[in-house]
């Protein structure tokens, strides 16, 4: 009786090892995959495609430039953990490679996504080359989530051309840094002049800057908001011009977490800043027609005067001759 409890208990105390094993085994197969992102350009897309079901770590935060990227204890641990890095190829990802040493991931398989990513095509193609990444990297069917983004990206591009086209922006001209130009472009506005960085730019480039807007009527500076969100508002007082500040990185201001939201709200404040100029310049010209036509009632009424005058003159002499 003894040795049949001692049996039970053994076989109890193996089937619990063997259930504990099949738990842990079971957790383990479906620990969330790390995939880290260099920039919200990026990840962004991975956030869309995958929500909870993996950790998504984008290394530099939408507010900043990558190249003021500051490498952190927990972004080579990310890094070393990681399953796939996709990346952007850009210059300011030139810390990346010290990364990548310092986390030491053998295993780590990295995408490059190419191109530009900040036009309508240019988003589309970002979006078809991660999904297609990580569907084929993960095994998994993201076809529904990619045509909904696409669509999503198609839609708000329709609407830009259609404000556009209401609002004349082909002919409204626009000063800009130079990161934005081909989304500005993109949009329908004639970008006549663009500027790097403001901390490079001589007295010189600031000057020439000036004079191009006083000369071509610029109506829009724009500024980006990952440099810096000042530099033009002085150009744009100096002509009467109005500023406004883009952002190149979804994410850094509320409803701009996708690239199509970021496009919908860039978008918005070129139209809205257009809509003010406009109105201001017709209010501009309707003041100097008004100052105009008191001008000529000035002039014509000291004619008039003048007129009185000679006559009066005039009756004067003939009386006398009289």
């Not at 995958?50 to 290394?59: E, P, Y």
């Not at 053998?106 to 080359?129: C, E, F, H, M």
């Amino acid at each position: 009786m003894k040795n049949k409890k001692l049996l039970t208990l053994s076989i109890n105390v193996m089937m619990f090892s063997l259930l504990f094993l099949s738990v842990v085994q079971a957790q383990d197969t479906t620990e969330k995959p790390i995939i880290v992102c260099t920039t919200s350009a990026v990840g962004s897309i991975v956030e869309e495609c995958l929500g909870d079901t993996a950790d998504i770590v984008v290394l530099v935060q939408p507010g900043l430039c990558p190249a003021d990227f500051d490498m952190k204890p927990s972004d080579v641990y990310a890094v070393s953990n990681a399953e796939i890095l996709f990346k952007q190829g850009i210059q300011g990802e030139f810390w990346l490679d010290d990364l990548l040493e310092s986390a030491g991931n053998d295993g780590l398989t990295q995408v490059v996504i190419p191109g530009a990513y900040n036009t309508p095509s240019g988003a589309k193609n970002y979006i078809n080359w991660v999904g297609g990444n990580l569907s084929q990297l993960l095994g998994v069917d993201l076809d529904s989530k990619i045509s909904e983004m696409l669509t999503e990206v198609d839609t708000v591009s329709s609407w830009m051309t259609t404000q556009a086209e209401t609002l004349d922006a082909a002919n409204v001209k626009v000063i800009c840094m130079g990161w934005l130009k081909t989304f500005i472009e993109s949009v329908g506005f004639n970008v006549v002049a663009t500027y790097n960085s403001p901390e490079t730019l001589s007295a010189g480039d600031i000057t020439d800057l000036l004079t191009t807007a006083q000369n071509e009527g610029v109506a829009l500076v724009v500024d980006n908001l990952q440099l810096d969100a000042e530099f033009g508002a002085g150009i744009a007082s100096q002509v009467g011009a109005e500023h406004i500040v883009l952002t190149n990185f979804p994410g850094a201001i509320p409803n701009t977490e996708t690239l199509a939201k970021m496009f919908s709200y860039n978008a918005e404040q070129l139209f809205n800043a257009t809509n003010t100029w406009q109105s201001t310049s017709a209010l501009k010209a309707e003041n100097t027609d008004l100052q105009n036509q008191v001008t000529l009632f000035q002039t014509t009424t000291s004619l008039a005067l003048v007129a009185v005058a000679v006559m009066a003159v005039l009756l004067y002499v003939a009386r006398k001759k009289r």
